[in-house]
Nanobody
């Protein structure tokens, strides 16, 4: 029922910052919990961060804790991922995803998400 489009990826030097955006279609964005996943070259898609319906709860993968911040603006139907202190290991295609949710609930498994964007490339140079 929703379509997701990521943007904001690009090339950045190690230690720099990027902010990714995910624009969602429809009029019921606040009914979906959201997440970010990434797939590095030669590796499987992995969980990055998740956020509950109104932003009251969030979760992060260990490699990005303290560096990345997930947020959402339900008035704009948009999900964000602020990425600071970027490392070459963060290089990957980043995907946003959505699932019908419950208040304060977050999910960390890709199989739990119903809708996916096409991804945006993030490349971090040394």
């Amino acid at each position: 029922q929703v379509q997701l489009v990521e943007s904001g990826g690009g090339l950045v030097q190690a230690g720099g910052s990027l902010r990714l955006s995910c624009a969602a279609s429809g009029r019921t964005f606040s009914s979906y919990a959201m997440g970010w996943f990434r797939q590095a070259p030669g590796k499987e898609r992995r969980f990055v961060a998740a956020i509950s319906l109104s932003g009251g709860n969030s979760a992060y993968a260990d490699p990005v804790k303290g560096r990345f911040t997930i947020s959402r603006d339900n008035t704009k139907n948009t999900l964000y991922l602020q990425m600071n202190s970027l490392k070459p290991e963060d290089t990957a295609v980043y995907y946003c995803a959505a699932h019908p949710g419950y208040p304060l609930v977050v999910r960390t498994l890709g199989s739990q998400y119903a809708y996916w964007g096409q991804g945006t490339q993030v490349t971090v140079s040394s």
